[in-house]
């Protein structure tokens, strides 16, 4: 049994022992001792839960709960004036108002507390500083894409996701659109957004500051990003370079799924689909599943054909990754007549069977 264990059952047993000496609600010492064992426990429940909060979440329902008790102690002043002979109403009415306010301020000040700067306090609130980097930003394009949805899915986004609402406006906006490519793309997008809050793992803020000066969306991207101190997630490679020349760090979905492709090295076979005719001599290109272009040589009057290929080299470019290899009739003659060797086999093994079964019944 731990110390903290021990504390807490000696907690419990102190406040039993106190409701039965000093009888509460003139209650008899019996039931006395067992409603100050409740609360004792009750007590103990909510330090163990509290300890799962972080020190932003307390320090805003904190401020959010004093903010509304002083509020509620504000209105029921003025009840008090409006209904001075309502004495049975006005207290019942001050109670429920105290109670209201204390809980919506401690509520939305727990949910609010994330976006607190605890760093720029210093001193005690500096280690807070580092779990900044766990806010990130969605851009518009990011979430049109689509495939920020996929990655959550996964687990491998944590932290807070935060949603702007100037994001928000722009993608309304896009939703909107007369055009209905646009329309279509900026639907897409809020139906990702759905799909990303309904994931329990996943915690969205949507953030409700805006910079009236800065009229380009990226440009307030960016200067949010630097007020919290947090990371911007998108695919737009021209944001991706203004952040950057602002010492603002970015995660850029393309370049994670770049990082994510096969490893392909010389010498090595792969098999691939001519899809169309090459800019060179007697090539042809082909794709990959997830889009990377192949550049194959003597395969111009393999077009529509799967063949096997011998990778030459691989080149790494800001747009993306290029395969370039070079088709083998011999090496595509050896799979063609394995295949047509094991079809044969196949039709032999079936003939057999029908021939099987049919003798009993001769």
Known sequence: ??????????????????????????????????????????????????????????????????????????ISLVLAQALPNSYNTVPFLQLVLLLLMAYVGLVVGANKGDMLNLAALGGLFGGEKASKDTFKILDTSVIIDGRIADIADTGFLDGILVIPQFVLREL????????????????????????????????????????????????????LAKVYSCKVVTNDFNLNKVAQLH???VLNINELANSLKPIVLPGETMRVFILKEGKEYN??????????????????????????????????????????GRFDDRVHQVHETRAADRQLAQQKDREHSGTAVHHPGA
Do not use: W
């Open 1 to 74: 049994m731990n110390d903290l264990l021990l504390i807490r059952i000696l907690f419990v047993i102190l406040l039993g022992l106190a409701g039965y000496y000093l009888r509460p609600f003139n209650l008899e010492p019996p039931f006395a001792a067992i409603a100050g064992a409740i609360l004792g426990a009750s007590i103990v429940l909510f330090e163990i839960r509290l300890k799962k909060v972080s020190l932003k979440r307390l320090i805003g329902a904190a401020f959010g709960s004093i903010l509304g008790i002083l509020g509620a102690y504000l």
């Open 247 to 249: 010492g603002v760090e």
């Open 283 to 324: 090539q042809g290109v082909a794709y990959l599943d997830d889009g990377t272009m192949v550049v194959v040589d003597n395969a111009k009057r393999m077009i529509s054909k799967t063949i096997d290929i011998s990778v030459t080299s691989v080149l790494q470019t800001t747009a993306g990754k290029m395969i370039f």
């Open 172 to 223: 309304q906006l896009v939703a909107d659109s007369a055009d209905s490519m646009k329309r279509n793309r900026g639907r897409r997008g809020l139906d990702v957004l759905q799909r990303i809050q309904k994931m329990p793992h996943l915690n969205i803020q949507i953030l409700e500051d805006d910079f009236p000066n800065v009229r380009e969306v990226d440009m307030k991207l960016i200067e």
